[in-house]
């Protein structure tokens, strides 16, 4: 597994073959070396053991190094180890493995003398606050723990928590751009994000992945990642497919970092008073995708600027009080100035080529901003009660004027030379207009109070929200095809009777205006009981939610309970079933048709939840692995039917289907590699959805040949046939998914480093603008990424090196160089469509980043 190896080997052997010619008639200086070297071991001393881990297993790889000394040793595949130090003098020990707590041990030994020093090294914990959640408590329910560290080390294109969820079993995105993601075959709205139980949410206009920016979650701020991807528990709210909880830290000293790449900086301090009682947490970040987007097809002018400031205060009142309070300002801005494109496309037979030839410019701002005041109090060690108050306001506005000229091309499919493939055909020449002046603002209050009791075998919470919400929202857009000289649409009138050749055709148009001010109520309470026993340890926890919105005037109850289950056999395995009823209540997109008008009736979605799984633990060469598989089915109705371009959806606004989703979800993890975790995640999964009154009607000729009415009006229609479509694949149908978080590194020298990210996912059904749902049953291709980092520690603990004096403050110095989409995959994100002479439209994929290189350091204080 350890790649770097044999390469080291081979210069190693041919340094001491030359070393051998070199100096082999040279006695004299033998003799004198083995003279000096008996003079320096009677000035030594030695010590030797064994390392071993809290469970008195030999832990390999253990880093040993005399604190101020060159050098050092680490432990061999039994712990055992032997390290020669000097003699007559205090020596200070530093022994550190990945993955476990560093010690230092104190001691002078004697010239010539040599002593055993057995040492135990203890794994280290999560903190959350002033909570430490183990692992045993993590198995008893639908939560999995993600080590934050490991969304720093995996080399991406976004970066941040959510390119590690992308891993994650039951995860799907097929875009390295965008942090968005769907889970169990449900969309990007259905997932429920939490900061320090705060309730996170996202810019409603944005369309792509490069006009994003950055994401709420700060991963230099993030203490603990919990993600449930099905089957979560009642304290959640009220989405239909995933819940994320995450924890920042709550700093005891000063700690400090900064990185920088071409793809951005980030900053980040933290720290405690003396006496503990007010510590601060303070992150800062740009980011700039210039230079990804600068390898796309539209060529032109990118100007992507995304800045976010997010900071923690918290004060200790007294013993039992404690003041915390979260701000978070954003400035995500992108500008583009497209020029021109060049696109191959078609198939073997008919290659196709598209130029398109741009005029105007695209301007999209979104702001953010919020603010959260939590007060704890605990009047004893079993309960908590929170107060929280939270207030989130989003600025949105895009507008872009884009007129462009695209010819249809066929290309050679046998040239002599490939490098210089010629049209040979005109297919179609078109022009387009695309016009935008879309404008939004969002306000989201919230007030919430939330308990916390331990009695007994029992864990209880309870809690109660209000919420409100003001939405203004503007909007004006429209867009125009034409092609070869006429609008698209195109009105050629009846039989016997010409179209209006003065009239325009809009292929798309909307002119809107909407505001809403609700109000939703919101309450839950749940119990976990845990159930001891020789034989087994039984959990079960159960609960309820309500909610009521006075905009819809629905009220809901959504009961859950998960059940765990561990049998006291020779394996360490765990069973659990998760059921439960989970609602999904509209929020101002899912209100919103395709015509931008407000569906005041919309009801919420509704899905039920059957999760089984186990968890199991094993060793494998003497090493700690787990092994998770769940099997779920979820039943929805009451489904809101949408449409997918990019990152942005649009609904048709009604509840107009019925669906269900069914699949299984491995995960194994575990030291691949001694002393660092790694993972990998397979999933297989269908989903689809029935429509509400869907159907076509067929045409038949009195030969009984189906006919296309409208176009073979000269044939005599006989026969009709209502047929209806049944069930079809749903946007986010991906039938199999894979996810790879893979690190190496250097046996023989630990500050050389690689992580490896590799994702695959089978093609999502598509289909063209304007037609009905029940035709987007097109694949598009597959989605194959591979990114890789390699990293030198030039600054820490193991580099065993004094420091200059500038570099003294530094932990740690890491230098990466990432090579993103290795294998150069053209992965597809969306399609453009465009039509030639004769009508036939067209789908040009719009592809995602080509193969890149990121340069990044990162600096630790």
Same mark, same amino acid.
């Given at each position: 597994?350890?790649i770097?190896?044999?390469? !080291?080997?081979?210069?190693s052997l041919g ?10 008639g040279? $006695?004299?200086f033998l003799f004198?070396?083995?003279?000096c070297?008996?003079i320096t ?16 297993r030999p832990?390999?790889?253990v880093?040993?190094?005399?604190l101020?000394?060159s050098g +050092?040793t680490?432990?061999?595949r039994d712990?055992? $180890?032997?390290?020669?130090i000097p003699a007559s003098?205090p020596c200070r020990l530093?022994?550190?493995s990945?993955?476990y ?6 001691f002078?030994?004697s010239p010539?003398e040599?002593?055993r020093?057995?040492?135990q ?5 999560v903190?959350l ?5 183990e692992?045993k ?5 639908n ?9 720093i080390?995996?080399p991406s294109a976004?970066g941040?928590?959510?390119s590690l ?5 039951g995860?799907?995105s097929?875009?390295e751009?965008?942090s ?6 449900g969309?990007?709205d259905e ?6 139980d705060?309730?996170?949410y996202?810019p409603?206009?944005?369309r ?5 920016g950055l994401s709420f979650?700060n991963s230099?701020?993030v203490s603990?990642? !919990?993600?449930s991807?099905g089957g979560f ?7 239909l ?7 920042y830290?709550?700093p ?6 900064a990185?920088a790449?071409?793809?951005g900086?980030n ?5 405690a008073s003396?006496n503990?009682?007010f510590t601060?947490?303070a992150g800062a970040?740009y980011k700039?995708s210039q230079?990804? &987007?600068?390898g796309l097809?539209?060529?032109?002018s990118?100007r992507?600027v995304?800045?976010?400031l997010?900071?923690?205060?918290t004060y200790?009142?007294n ?9 978070y300002?954003?400035?995500?801005s992108y500008?583009?100035v ?6 191959n496309?078609g198939?073997l037979?008919?290659?196709l080529?598209l130029?398109i ?5 695209? &301007? ?5 901003m919020m +603010?959260?005041v939590?007060?704890t ?5 079993n309960?908590?009660v929170k ?6 306001r989003s600025?949105?506005?895009e ?6 000229q695209y ?7 046998q040239p002599a030379d490939y490098d210089s493939?010629e049209?040979?055909?005109t297919? +179609?020449?078109?022009n387009y207009i695309?016009?935008?002046r879309n404008?939004?603002a ?5 007030i919430?109070?939330?308990?916390s009791l ?5 864990f ?6 209000y ?9 004006k857009e *429209?867009?125009?095809v ?5 609008s698209l ?6 039989l016997g ?6 009239d325009?055709y809009?292929s798309y ?10 109000n939703?109520y919101?309450a839950?309470?749940?119990?976990? *009981?845990?159930?001891?026993s020789d034989?087994?340890?039984?959990a079960l926890?159960?609960?309820?939610r309500f ?9 809901l109850?959504s ?6 289950y561990?049998p006291n056999?020779?394996k ?8 439960g ?9 899912e ?5 931008d008008s407000i ?5 919420a979605?509704?899905?039920i939840h059957?999760?089984?799984g ?6 494998? *060469?003497d090493r700690?692995?787990?092994?998770v598989?769940e ?5 929805m ?11 942005r959806?649009r609904y048709l606004g009604i509840?107009?289907s019925?669906?269900?989703a069914?699949?299984i979800?491995?995960k194994v993890?575990?030291e691949?590699v001694?002393g ?6 397979l999933?297989?999964m269908?989903?689809a959805?029935?429509?509400y009154d ?7 000729n009195p030969a +009984?040949e189906?006919i296309?009415?409208g ?8 026969d009709t046939?209502?047929?209806?479509p049944?069930?079809i694949p749903r ?6 998914t ?5 690190q ?7 500050t ?9 996912g089978?093609g !999502?059904?598509?289909?063209a603008p304007?037609?009905p749902i029940?035709t987007?049953t097109?694949r598009?291709s597959?989605?194959?990424r ?9 600054i820490g603990?193991?580099?065993k090196k004094?420091?200059?004096?500038f570099?003294?403050?530094?932990k740690?110095?890491?230098a990466?160089?990432?090579v993103?989409?290795?294998?150069q ?6 399609y453009?469509?465009v039509r030639d002479y004769?009508?036939?439209q067209?789908?040009?994929p719009? $592809? &995602?980043?080509p193969?890149q290189?990121n ?7």
């Amino acid at each position: 597994m350890h790649i770097f190896i044999s390469a !080291l080997s081979k210069s190693s052997l041919g340094s001491y073959a030359h070393f051998r010619l070199r100096f082999s008639g040279k $006695y004299l200086f033998l003799f004198i070396a083995l003279l000096c070297s008996l003079i320096t071991e009677a000035q030594q001393a030695s010590i030797f053991g064994k390392i071993t881990d809290e469970l008195n297993r030999p832990l390999e790889f253990v880093n040993l190094s005399i604190l101020g000394q060159s050098g +050092g040793t680490s432990t061999a595949r039994d712990g055992s $180890y032997s390290l020669a130090i000097p003699a007559s003098k205090p020596c200070r020990l530093v022994i550190s493995s990945l993955g476990y707590k560093s010690d230092t041990l104190k001691f002078e030994l004697s010239p010539g003398e040599k002593r055993r020093i057995d040492h135990q090294l203890n794994e280290k914990a999560v903190q959350l606050g002033s909570i430490t959640i183990e692992d045993k408590q993590l198995r008893n329910s639908n939560l999995n723990r993600l080590n934050p560290k490991a969304a720093i080390a995996l080399p991406s294109a976004g970066g941040g928590i959510e390119s590690l969820l992308k891993t994650m079993p039951g995860v799907v995105s097929n875009n390295e751009l965008s942090s968005q993601y769907s889970v169990r075959g449900g969309n990007f709205d259905e997932n429920l994000v939490y900061v320090n139980d705060i309730e996170i949410y996202r810019p409603f206009l944005v369309r792509s992945g490069q006009q994003e920016g950055l994401s709420f979650l700060n991963s230099d701020l993030v203490s603990s990642v !919990l993600f449930s991807a099905g089957g979560f528990d009642a304290k959640y709210g009220d989405k239909l497919s995933s819940a994320l909880d995450i924890r920042y830290k709550h700093p005891s000293e000063f700690a400090a970092s900064a990185s920088a790449s071409l793809l951005g900086t980030n900053i980040h301090v933290e720290g405690a008073s003396d006496n503990n009682r007010f510590t601060y947490l303070a992150g800062a970040r740009y980011k700039t995708s210039q230079y990804l &987007l600068n390898g796309l097809d539209t060529k032109g002018s990118y100007r992507p600027v995304f800045l976010d400031l997010q900071s923690l205060l918290t004060y200790d009142i007294n013993e039992e009080l404690e003041l915390s309070v979260l701000a978070y300002l954003s400035s995500n801005s992108y500008t583009l100035v497209p020029e021109s494109r060049e696109t191959n496309f078609g198939t073997l037979y008919q290659p196709l080529r598209l130029n398109i030839y741009f005029d105007g410019q695209e &301007l999209d701002r979104y702001r953010s901003m919020m +603010g959260a005041v939590t007060l704890t109090h605990k009047p004893n060690k079993n309960l908590q009660v929170k107060w929280i108050t939270s207030a989130y306001r989003s600025l949105e506005q895009e507008s872009f004027d884009i007129q462009a000229q695209y010819w249809i091309g066929l290309l050679e499919n046998q040239p002599a030379d490939y490098d210089s493939i010629e049209v040979i055909e005109t297919k +179609g020449v078109g022009n387009y207009i695309n016009h935008a002046r879309n404008k939004l603002a969002m306000t989201v209050v919230n007030i919430e109070n939330r308990y916390s009791l331990n009695y007994r075998n029992s864990f209880a919470q309870w809690g109660f929200k209000y919420q409100h919400e003001f939405i203004n929202d503007k909007l004006k857009e *429209w867009y125009m095809v034409d092609s070869a000289g006429y609008s698209l649409p195109y009105d050629p009138g009846t039989l016997g009777q010409s179209g209006n050749l003065d009239d325009l055709y809009l292929s798309y148009h909307v002119q809107s205006e909407a505001k809403l001010s609700t109000n939703r109520y919101t309450a839950f309470a749940q119990n976990t *009981w845990d159930f001891k026993s020789d034989s087994s340890h039984l959990a079960l926890t159960a609960g309820v939610r309500f909610q009521y919105w006075d905009y819809n005037k629905q009220f809901l109850a959504s009961p859950r309970a998960t059940l765990s289950y561990k049998p006291n056999w020779k394996k360490d395995i765990l069973f659990r079933f998760s059921t439960g009823y989970y609602y999904q209540p509209p929020f101002y997109r899912e209100l919103r048709n395709l015509e931008d008008s407000i569906n005041p009736n919309l009801k919420a979605q509704k899905s039920i939840h059957f999760v089984l799984g186990s968890d199991l633990n094993f060793q494998a *060469w003497d090493r700690r692995f787990k092994f998770v598989t769940e099997v779920y089915y979820k039943y929805m109705k009451d489904l809101v039917p949408y449409e997918v371009d990019n990152v942005r959806i649009r609904y048709l606004g009604i509840n107009g289907s019925k669906g269900y989703a069914a699949g299984i979800d491995m995960k194994v993890n575990g030291e691949f590699v001694k002393g660092i975790e790694s993972w990998a995640s397979l999933s297989i999964m269908k989903t689809a959805e029935d429509l509400y009154d869907d159907s076509y009607l067929e045409y038949y000729n009195p030969a +009984g040949e189906l006919i296309e009415a409208g176009v073979d009006q000269d044939k005599t229609i006989k026969d009709t046939l209502t047929v209806y479509p049944g069930f079809i694949p749903r946007p986010t149908d991906q039938r199999i998914t894979f996810g790879l978080f893979f690190q190496d590194y250097l046996p023989s020298n630990p500050t050389y480093k690689m992580n490896l990210g590799a994702y695959f996912g089978s093609g !999502l059904p598509t289909g063209a603008p304007f037609t009905p749902i029940y035709t987007h049953t097109h694949r598009m291709s597959q989605y194959v990424r591979v990114d890789i980092g390699l990293s030198k520690q030039l600054i820490g603990q193991a580099t065993k090196k004094p420091l200059p004096t500038f570099f003294k403050g530094f932990k740690a110095l890491w230098a990466s160089l990432e090579v993103l989409n290795l294998l150069q995959v053209s992965n597809t994100i969306s399609y453009n469509w465009v039509r030639d002479y004769n009508g036939n439209q067209y789908g040009v994929p719009n $592809y &995602l980043t080509p193969r890149q290189v990121n340069v990044k350091l990162i600096a630790e204080f």
